[in-house]
């Protein structure tokens, strides 16, 4: 898809333009984000938009330099004793 090729090209830019459903992408991908805009119905705009926020999400949660990255912790299935059976 165009649009979030010109996101994932201009990462490293500030983003500055706010999307549908809280995203931002840089200045110089506003074109390309127009025409997607215009080519796709706004269910479909606001789907992928969720979509890439999810992965980037996704994405950095994984990467080695977050702090949030880790092990999850979940509990345990004999938190408790069992009780004894007569």
């Known amino acids: 898809?165009?649009?979030?090729s010109c996101l994932e090209?201009?990462?490293g830019?500030?983003?500055t333009e706010?999307?549908?459903v809280g995203l931002l992408y840089p200045k110089?991908?506003?074109?390309?984000?127009?025409?997607?805009?215009?080519?796709c119905r706004s269910s479909w705009v606001k789907h992928f938009d969720r979509e890439y926020c999810r992965?980037?999400?996704v994405q950095?949660?994984?990467?080695?330099?977050?702090?949030?990255?880790?092990?999850?912790?979940?509990?345990?299935?004999y938190t408790f004793k069992p009780s004894p059976s007569t």
Do not use: H, W, Y
Not at 64 to 77: A, F, I, N, T, Y
């Open 60 to 77: 950095r949660l994984l990467d080695d330099g977050d702090e949030r990255k880790g092990p999850m912790s979940l509990p345990q299935p």
């Open 13 to 15: 830019k500030k983003p």
């Open 18 to 20: 706010i999307a549908s």
């Open 55 to 57: 992965n980037k999400r």
């Open 28 to 39: 110089e991908c506003s074109l390309s984000r127009t025409e997607f805009v215009k080519s």
């Open 1 to 4: 898809m165009l649009a979030t």
């Open 9 to 11: 090209k201009e990462s």
